[in-house]
């Protein structure tokens, strides 16, 4: 079951690379690394590992898609171009993150591109492979269910707060949200990602505008720290109490 030579170029990135998936840093929590050793196997024959420079398109919205992509390492954003051709992102994504997965189970074309928020390395599964591994792995195929589950409770979650919550919670929300998904740099203050304010902007649903003046407001209320990109989060406690999170 090998990849076309169309299919090939693209999903190529820069120079390749391998790794074992029974020896991945992330083997304990990514999906692909949790299927039976023969589909490991298999897996590690086939796939298609990649870099990525920052800012390069692992995907395109549209596009039709052949298997899927786990992250070894790095960070990707998942965007879609609403109607007046404003960027939306969906999902961040880490290293052992898969993506990709909707789209090739439900038959569709991508609803969202794949672009790397820093440099990057993926690697690729094709779609035969991948589909007759959950066919034949219960454990798989139930870890799968689990994440999909997941995935559409906090699609749930996100459409109540944009309803129902002021922007001044959202964006505390928002940085917190990124501090879980890629946690601080070694200063344990420092957030480990870089976002531009339209994309900060973009993931609380509101006007860059409005980010920008609230993140000074942050800035000055001690909450946080601004250093072009940087964001340092000063008081992460009193951050929990402005965004109002309640389970």
Request: charged share 30%; aromatic share 6%; glycine share 8%.
């Amino acid at each position: 079951m090998g990849l076309s030579t169309s299919t090939n170029k693209q999903h190529k990135g820069l120079d390749g690379f391998h790794t074992d998936c029974g020896h991945c840093e992330h083997r304990n929590t990514s999906v692909i690394c949790r299927a039976k050793h023969e589909f490991l196997e298999e897996i590690n024959l086939q796939k298609v590992c990649n870099f990525y420079k920052k800012g390069q398109v692992i995907f395109n919205e549209g596009s039709h898609p052949f298997g899927v992509y786990c992250i070894n390492d790095g960070k990707i954003k998942l965007s879609h171009l609403g109607d007046d051709g404003k960027e939306q992102i969906v999902r961040l994504l880490r290293g052992g993150d898969i993506l990709g997965y909707r789209a090739l189970l439900s038959g569709d074309r991508y609803s969202s591109s794949a672009v790397a928020l820093e440099d990057t390395k993926v690697c690729f599964i094709p779609k035969e492979l991948f589909v007759t591994a959950l066919k034949n792995d219960a454990g798989m195929a139930f870890e799968m269910m689990k994440l999909l589950s997941d995935e559409l409770h906090k699609a749930e979650t996100k459409i109540t707060h944009l309803a129902q919550k002021p922007v001044r919670e959202r964006l505390a929300e928002t940085l917190l949200f990124i501090k879980e998904t890629y946690g601080f740099e070694s200063d344990s203050q420092t957030l480990n990602v870089r976002l531009s304010r339209e994309e900060i902007a973009n993931l609380v649903g509101t006007a860059t505008e409005s980010t920008i003046r609230l993140l000074s407001e942050f800035k000055k209320d001690g909450l946080i720290d601004l250093d072009g990109k940087k964001i340092k989060i000063l008081k992460p406690r009193d951050l929990l109490r402005v965004a109002n999170i309640q389970d």
